[in-house]
């Protein structure tokens, strides 16, 4: 291989090129090789919101027993975390459980009207908002008012004997519960 | 090459727009005298290794936040929740050991086979700047995680700056941005590593590599340093297949190491832990040993003026060795007083490692600190409590006033927050923030009870509380800010 100077090794490589070619298409070869398998890791961790865990939607509304006997729609504070990669926002939210039959999961309302977001109370038997004069019926159907809807219902369900509930928000406005982002 | 190949297809037009055989013919056939061997991989080594720090640097990016209130947890969260972000990370923190390792390797190659002779004085300068660059890649990233090693081994570190007769305070002043380390210490360490020092790197790697290609191949040791004389063989295919061998060596290494002994993060930097015992990383040790021993009047002698004479006559070493000899047996001052050096060097890392194994009150501690960074890699990632308005916390419980947490209380029942936001934050209906700075509360309460015309348009209803609870209610918005 040692050649005398420059220009020969040229002359040489010319003669050579098989050889040469052959040798560069197999370290060509070695290099995306081992170049794939150093991208996994990358690859892995460029893609990892696609695989990442959804956090825990649910909200804990309460144990069951606080629910079992209603006679009218219970008001209930709820704690609703977001979790936004590194950081986690707590938000105070408020939901109506619905009275329901023994051993069901009872319908679960969000307090935001779906006129223009303010919070529904319930009084004298009935959901009213203070805003604008929705009125909404016990099971929060609509009753009376500009509101284009009924109240919205949330996803509920009991876990360990836990009301649980799923709080989303919803655009405000249109007739039909369209979740909002 | 004189006989050009017409190329076809579309190799053809890409070599007809592009010059791929002439480049080709320029990175790859390079000569070198006397052929390829294993001595002269560390220079590419360290250029692959180089970047990699770049590619895991960059993946490292993708979520770090350089602040003191996010830095710990963002380096937390990739080392404990993202897909192979622990892997990554370990990657670049072993790099930068590995980077140090090759460094050292390369520049006693340099010197054992002289090869900074025949006019390649610029070429080792360059050099010589780039293992500075290096040196402060390492000391800058090493206070981006924020954990209590960070903390401390900066403090020192830039304590040390502060030593510098005359201008070191100010120096230190201005390294962090301020009298303590900080927000304003990461955003400057953060500049320098990511942007600053990197980009003054790839300009000394493109001088360097071009003075050792103006100079070519120095070769072997018995070799003349110009001209050598001896038969040459291109770089292409037998050197860069040592090179490359090397390389994946060095990568399979550093990732058996991620993979096996990952990097860990270690609990959040607490400034007032007392008890900690900073320690630096093992390249910095030894001068960290060698300032303990100059105190008071004689700081300037070993701290400032011994320093820089060996640096100076390291830096003009091709200067002051200027024989045609190569063999270093011939050149003994040079050669013998860099190995003094770097003996001296390992001498001070063996002192400081046996100090702090000889004192126990010194081995227990740096033991407990070792075990808390264990301890915290176990535990699960705990996200960080987010700021700003949407958040009920912060605010509502600086306050231990009951008044104001039975208020608040009431302001959540009563749906205060569907109109006024959060904590008072503001939504469809005016912020209630800093209300106690525009009335008082007999007006507040007042407005409450008897709502302005104004207020009742915009959807306010009077407050139906009780007397009680009412001055509960006001004495939480009154603590509203």
Same mark, same amino acid.
């Given at each position: 291989m040692i050649q005398t100077n420059e220009t020969a090794a040229h002359e040489h490589a010319h003669t050579e090129t098989p050889r040469r070619s052959f040798l560069g298409w197999l370290l060509g070869l070695g290099t995306l090789g081992t170049g794939a398998v150093l991208s996994i890791p990358i690859v892995r961790y460029l893609l990892s919101p696609l695989s @990442?865990?959804?956090?825990? /939607? =649910? $909200? !804990?509304? &309460?144990?069951? !027993?606080?629910?079992q006997n209603l006679t009218a729609p219970k008001a209930q504070n709820i704690t609703v975390v977001r979790r936004d990669g590194w950081q986690e926002s707590r938000i105070q939210q408020m939901v109506y459980v619905l009275p329901s039959a023994p051993g069901d999961t009872p319908r679960v309302l969000s307090s935001i009207c779906p006129h223009l977001g303010c919070s529904v109370s319930w009084s004298d038997g009935l959901f009213r908002c203070p805003c604008h004069g929705g009125v909404f019926s016990p099971r929060g159907e609509l009753k009376d008012g500009p509101p284009r809807r009924s109240m919205d219902s949330l996803q509920a369900r009991i876990m360990q004997g836990r009301l649980q509930v799923k709080f989303e928000y919803f655009r405000? /406005? /249109?007739?039909?519960?369209v979740i909002l982002g | 090459m004189n006989n050009k190949k017409q190329h076809a297809g579309f190799y053809g037009w890409l070599e007809r727009r592009i010059g791929i055989d002439q480049m080709m013919h320029e990175a790859l056939d390079e000569p070198i005298p006397g052929g390829a061997r294993l001595a002269? +991989?560390?220079g590419s080594g360290l250029l692959f290794l180089f970047l990699s720090q770049v590619i895991t640097g960059l993946a490292l990016a993708l979520y770090y936040v350089p602040s003191t209130d996010h830095a710990h947890t963002t380096v937390a969260y990739i080392s404990k929740v993202v897909a192979a972000g622990e892997f990554l990370r370990s990657l670049h923190a072993y790099g $930068? $050991?590995?980077?140090i390792v090759v460094l050292l390797l390369h520049v006693l190659q340099t010197v054992f086979y002289g090869s900074y002779k025949g006019r390649r004085e610029l070429l080792w300068i360059s050099g010589c700047v780039l293992a500075t660059l290096m040196f402060a890649m390492a000391f800058t990233g090493y206070l981006l995680p924020w954990d209590q090693k960070a903390y401390f081994a900066t403090a020192v570190g830039t304590n040390i700056v502060g030593e510098v007769p005359g201008i070191g305070g100010k120096l230190e002043l201005l390294m962090r941005g301020g009298p303590a380390l900080g927000t304003l210490t990461i955003s400057r360490f953060f500049v320098a590593h990511v942007l600053l020092i990197p980009g003054m790197i790839f300009a000394f790697v493109a001088l360097h590599v071009f003075f050792f290609r103006k100079a070519g191949a120095a070769g072997p040791i018995s070799a003349k340093p110009r001209n050598s004389g001896l038969p040459t063989t291109p770089f292409y295919p037998g050197q860069v297949i040592i090179d490359m061998a090397f390389a994946l060596a060095l990568i399979a290494v550093l990732s058996l190491l991620a993979h096996f002994f990952p990097f860990p993060v270690g609990p959040r930097a607490n400034p007032a832990d007392s008890t900690y015992l900073p320690r630096p990383e093992w390249y910095y040790i030894p001068v960290f040993q060698w300032l303990k021993y100059w105190e008071g009047s004689r700081a300037f002698l070993g701290v400032v003026l011994i320093p820089a004479v060996i640096v100076l006559l390291f830096v003009l070493l091709p200067f002051l060795d200027r024989g045609a000899e190569r063999r270093p047996w011939r050149r003994p001052?040079? +050669? &013998? &007083? +860099? +190995?003094i050096v770097l003996l001296g060097l390992a001498g001070l &890392? =063996? @002192? $400081?490692?046996?100090? !702090?194994?000889? !004192?126990?009150s010194i081995a227990s501690q740096l033991h407990r600190q070792d075990e808390a960074v264990v301890q915290y890699m176990k535990q699960p990632f705990k996200p960080e409590e987010s700021g700003g308005g949407a958040t009920a916390t912060g605010e509502a419980k600086e306050s231990a006033n009951p008044m104001v947490q039975a208020g608040e209380k009431l302001y959540q029942d009563n749906l205060c927050s569907a109109c006024h936001g959060v904590a008072g934050k503001g939504g469809i209906a005016a912020p209630l923030s800093g209300i106690g700075s525009r009335m008082s509360s007999q007006q507040l309460q007042t407005l409450l009870t008897n709502p302005t015309p104004k207020m009742t348009g915009g959807g306010m209803p009077p407050v139906p509380l009780k007397d009680g609870q009412l001055k509960q209610l006001v004495a939480y918005l009154m603590s509203l800010k």
């Open positions: @990442a865990k959804q956090p825990n /939607l =649910w $909200s !804990d509304v &309460g144990p069951m !027993d606080h629910f405000p /406005l /249109l007739p039909n519960k | 002269y +991989v560390f $930068s $050991s590995a980077i001052i040079p +050669v &013998g &007083g +860099v +190995v &890392g =063996w @002192a $400081s490692h046996s100090q !702090d194994t000889k !004192d126990p």
